[in-house]
């Protein structure tokens, strides 16, 4: 996003300062957005056309080895959304704390597969469904490259209490690694990770792979990937595998398509299948986009079914 402005911050050594001059940069972006949203007959949709706006603060600092201290504090709709601390090591990589989804770790690789707008279980009843993440409040997260491969890990100390939000320390500390590669072939990005998300205990953890791969060849990108949840216990395991295809028209017009399928590990349960449609225009600093997704058997029950359509008109500053 362009920068609305940007402030100088010098802090001068003084008398609760003594050392020298340090130089950082402070600034603001942020974005608005017009929205209808058309949900299924089953529910009940209210008023389908809706605002939303957001804004970030986001700081940065040198030190005098070189490393770079970074700050972002994001707001939507006047209220809290996310933020992160991290500090850009060079070569040594990238160590952050972060209170936002999708940072680091196996969260920024729920799936990876292209498309011109959201994912195809995005906004649905089961989305939740098949997709590997752990714990966003309070996760450490570290990135870097080596050679030809790239590593995203992140950990949660002690997972968290759901519903007081505090760690409990019966449970299992929720950590994962993602190893990753563009190199290999040219176009071709492929991955894997493994993490284990906590419970309230010990006995309910979740252990979560991902396999995936994207390949890109001019205009076109199709992708793959696989997500394996491995419940503890005595609940059954569940699986979701997923395929997309993305075409770029232009450079401002892009479509895409992809389907994915949640198999629940019980035969009492018949596979949730989603599919999705999306397509997106990007002139300048506004993006027009609209996406149509559906699901079938929500949850592995059969005819229990449930689909969306999004138009929004996004503006960025």
Known sequence: MNKLSKLGLTALAGSLVATSAYAGALSVSGGASVKYVSLDETEVS????????????????EMDNGWTMNYSYTMSNAAFSSSYVNMDMGS??????????????????????PSAGEEVWDDL???????ATITN?????????????????SFNRN???????????QAESSKSLVLSSSSLVDGLMVGVGIGDKSGSSISNSVDQTVVFAKYTAGAVTVGAHMTDLDNAGSTADVERRGMAISFAVNENLSVSYGRSEVDFGTSSKTDQE???????????????AAFANSSDSVGGTAGTDDSVKEISLTFAF
């Open 46 to 61: 209210g008023q389908p056309f809706s605002t939303g706006k957001g804004i970030t603060f986001s700081g940065s600092g």
């Open 92 to 113: 040594a990589g990238t160590l952050g704390f972060y209170n936002s989804s999708g940072a680091t770790g196996i969260s920024a690789f729920d799936d990876t597969n």
């Open 125 to 131: 009843d089961g989305q939740a469904n098949g997709i």
């Open 137 to 153: 409040d309070g996760t450490w997260g570290y990135k870097n490259s080596f050679g030809g491969a790239d590593i995203s890990a």
């Open 159 to 169: 997972g968290a209490n759901e519903a007081s939000g505090e760690a409990n320390a």
């Open 274 to 288: 989603d599919s999705g449609i999306a397509a997106s225009y990007t002139m300048g600093s506004i993006t027009l």
